[in-house]
């Protein structure tokens, strides 16, 4: 490395000097005429000739451009979205740049092993109405080719009874956050055009089509346009919803999907609640997150098995696989105890518990489906870049992946 | 990470003393580091923040300390005034109403209006740069909101105390900025997100103050730090030197000033040691261009940080610390680290601060940095006794301009530094030979101090203990004289000592259960004068001392 090669020359020279001043001075038996001062100034003499600019060596040039890409954002970044959940493991790519001071446009893709596919652009303003509010416009396309369907309900079906279903969708949608205080009270809303074009499922489960027919299945085989409508309300305290040991969040969200044909229109009502609890100077944090979805046709029509709500997979039902449990209504209770190791690195012991159920009422009338398991995750203060968990239920063992905070 | 061999050589060989043949010239100890060339062609250059911290986290943490004596020390073990030091506390008596004032040495802020001028640059503190009524550039730092007065108290009352002890300080004042007297410099532009820079609008004002605490007439505390004369150079390194400074010639590792940041830091907590929070400037002196090095941001200290209260682990670990985290980890928690049962009164101007769960002996900063990997019991006690050196009405009087409105805020911010530089003296002054302020009269009585002893740190040993050798400066050679011992810090010279003008004695002293310090004395036409302590000496020579201490 340059520099240390410059502070051994430099060295070298002190060195020289030093001991060439004062052994001729003893070799004459004289009072030595150089002083401890006179060294240091011939020290500096002779790096006055040798003066160079500093020049960072490969590793902290590295670590430069890693600042630069971190602060000023990465214009070709990772994407780990998959078109859809239960797609394993996702690759892709985005491209963002800023289309004005603060406003950005992503265009972005990925694709998982099992052939799911998304494409889409997103354009983002982070700033409008005086800082109290943010829109996101976002359209593109994505594609299925597996997702599981378990039937209807939750202790009458079993992870045998799997069939796949496959869809692709072309969508747009436009989303407003509004906070009028500029923290606390969020007010959200949202529409969106999108057309769930079903499909014969691929992979190695039967196709839905197999098992079900569309008397049997509502929805088996539509292609549904919809125009959904959504508006939140919710009240958040958390510092950050991408990583966070304390406050907490309490929201209703109502959803209105008009089926433009007229036959699968249904509204659903969300329900959502996450507190966190800061223990004994943040060594623990017991998090308690519970949601619940309320669906139900709109006039008399029906809600196709493919917009059911839904349990399982890695951010909810962990020890289950995911679209594990669908039904018109679902419940999902889950809590953390969360283990701080350090200001980058947490564990955490979890439990979940939903069921889902056709009636309301059902949903707490009958034992929850339950797991538990292990988790660690690498975080900074707003953001859960790595999770890694092991689940299990009584189904088995599964491992999660994910680039976000479970609630 | 080792030092080029050559550099040990040829430090050894600059300030310590310790050349082959002869050990001490005419003008040790050196008083002040020559700065003799032209530094006018220095050039600003950044340390990145990422490369700061990650290295230091990563890397210096792992790093062997090379065990050298630091090499700024001069030969009575003390640092010379250089443009990175300046002796304050222990040079001389300082009245309290000098310590109050610290660095300060112009006016304060007239804050009737303000103009912004600029955004902040560094850090994650709400702030910018403004120019006052009077037409003075100030970088101004306000309050976190929920802890006022906090971030703007621990600025100014760290600066006091870094100013004390030695080290270049930005004059800051504790000032209020009215945003209804706030106008925008139409000049005045800020970086955006897309890069670009853009006029300045209200709208961004309401952002900055929007994260700050605001006074209940509207108006913000804030801290008002002058901006420096020269140009500024960016911040300086903890290790290596400055390739385009010629006077730069010490690598700053081994530097002790440097080094005993790890004893300051551990007094006041400043956990931000990190280069970012340092900066050199180009000034002009005497005609010349040369560096002067600035500890510029010294406002995470106590128990408060840019934006909040420290961290429930600040003080006690680095960021990230791979046994204590995977200890929690594998134990879920149930193995308590010290910090995890500290007690911390809820004084939200003062943050997260305490005294007994503090251990100055394992204090750590958010990084740790080559000084504080590099740092030397030597060092150490140096550092200790300057901390210790400040009595309780000095260090009310600073906490005091801190201007706190409570004043129980204030009490105990004081009386937490006092407890916390008692365990620094118990931890430090007794951890080498202390003994200081050695003088050898005309007719060979050597008396001294013990730093431990006048620090409260220490009992009075039974006994001091001492060899006497003639030394000759020109071969390094040594002609015993004999040993003499004490029950107080007065050893009578065994036998009549040489008495001609450049004449050298060396003894080495020392008190039951330390090792020998090694003073040499110089004959002058005056007396006897010190011209080396070296507290690193090597065991005595003679047998009989060392027998007798094996006994005991």
Known sequence: MPLRRGIRSIAGAVAIVATTAAAPAAAQEQPPAAGRAAILEQAQTEKASALRPYEPDKVEDILNRVEKVLVRGMHLHPFFVSAYSGGGFTIGAGYLRHVSAYNTLDLRGSYTFSGYKRLEAEFVAPRLFNRRGAMTVTGGWREATQVGFYGLGTENTSANDRSNYAFDQPYGSATVDFWPARKLLLMRGGLELSTWNTAPGGGTAKSVDEVYTAATLPGLGAAPTYLHSAATIALDSRPAPGYARRGSFFGVTYHDFHDQGGQFGFNRLDYEATQHVPIFKETWVLSLHARTELAVGANGQAVPYFMLPALGGGSNLRGFPSWRFRDLNSLLLQAEWRVIGSRLVDMALFYDAGRVAARRQDLTSAPLKSDYGVGFRLHGRVATPLRIEIAHSNEGFRLVFSSKAPF | ?552
Do not use: C
């Open chain 2, 1 to 552: 990470m080792r030092l080029a061999p050559a550099i040990f050589v040829a430090l050894a060989a600059v300030l310590a003393g310790q050349p082959a043949t002869q050990r001490f010239f005419a003008d040790d100890p050196l008083a002040r580091e020559p700065e003799s060339q032209d530094a006018s062609g220095a050039l600003a250059a950044d340390v990145g923040l990422f490369y700061d911290i990650a290295f230091d986290l990563f890397a210096t943490s792992r790093r062997d300390s090379a065990g050298v004596r630091a090499r700024n020390a001069n030969t009575i073990d003390e640092v010379p005034d250089s443009s990175w030091f300046t002796n304050r506390i222990l040079a001389r008596p300082i009245p309290l109403d000098e310590l109050a004032r610290g660095p300060n040495t112009g006016p304060a802020p007239n804050p009737e209006r303000w103009v912004f001028v600029r955004e902040k640059s560094v850090g994650a503190s709400p702030g910018f740069t403004a120019t006052d009524a009077s037409g003075e550039t100030w970088f101004l730092t306000f309050d976190p909101p929920a802890h006022a007065e906090a971030a703007t108290g621990a600025m100014v009352v760290a600066s006091k105390f870094f100013w004390a002890l030695g080290y270049n300080q930005v004059e800051t004042f504790i000032t209020t900025v009215d945003p209804r007297r706030l106008t925008i410099d139409p000049a005045a532009t800020m970086r955006r997100p897309n890069g670009k820079k853009t006029p300045v609008r209200e709208s961004d004002l309401d952002a900055i103050f929007e994260r700050a605490a605001r006074n209940a007439d509207g108006t913000y505390r804030a801290a008002a730090g002058r901006m420096l004369k020269g140009k500024v150079l960016g911040p300086f390194r903890y290790e290596g030197t400055r390739p385009d400074d010629p006077n730069d010639v010490i690598d700053h590792e081994h530097r002790r000033e440097l080094r005993a940041l790890r004893v300051f830091g551990a007094w006041t907590n400043l956990t931000d040691l990190k280069s970012g929070n340092t900066i050199d400037t180009l000034v002009t002196v005497n005609g010349r261009s040369v560096v002067r090095h600035y500890l510029q941001d010294v406002g995470s200290t106590f128990g408060i940080g840019a934006n909040g209260p420290h961290d429930w682990d600040e003080g006690f670990e680095y960021l990230y610390q791979g046994i204590a985290s995977r200890k929690r980890l594998l134990t879920l928690g149930l193995a308590l680290s010290p910090w995890q049962t500290a007690d911390y009164p809820d004084y939200p101007s003062i943050g997260r601060f305490e005294s007994d769960k503090f251990d100055p002996l394992t204090w750590k900063p958010h990084a740790p940095t080559t000084g504080y990997m590099e740092m030397q019991p030597d060092d150490a006690f140096w550092a200790a006794r300057r901390v210790a050196a400040f009595d309780d009405a000095s260090i009310r009087a600073m906490v005091h301009a801190g201007q706190y409105s409570d004043p129980a805020a204030e009490a105990y911010l004081a009386t937490t530094m006092m407890r916390r530089r008692d365990k620094i003296a118990r931890a430090y002054l007794g951890a080498v030979n202390p003994i200081v302020n050695p003088r050898l009269s005309a007719g060979g009585d050597l008396t001294f101090d013990n730093a431990a002893v006048a620090a409260g740190a220490g009992t009075a040993p039974a006994g001091y203990h001492s060899e006497w050798r003639q030394f000759d400066n020109r071969s390094g050679e040594t002609r015993p004289l004999g040993v003499a011992r004490g029950t107080g810090p007065l050893l009578n010279a065994p036998r009549p000592l040489p008495s001609n003008p450049g004449d050298f004695v060396e003894i080495d002293a020392w008190s039951d259960g330390t090792s020998p310090a090694r003073l040499h004395f110089r004959r002058t036409a005056d007396g006897w004068t010190l011209v080396g302590l070296d507290r690193r000496a090597a065991a005595p020579t003679t047998a009989t001392p060392t027998a007798e201490r094996r006994r005991q």
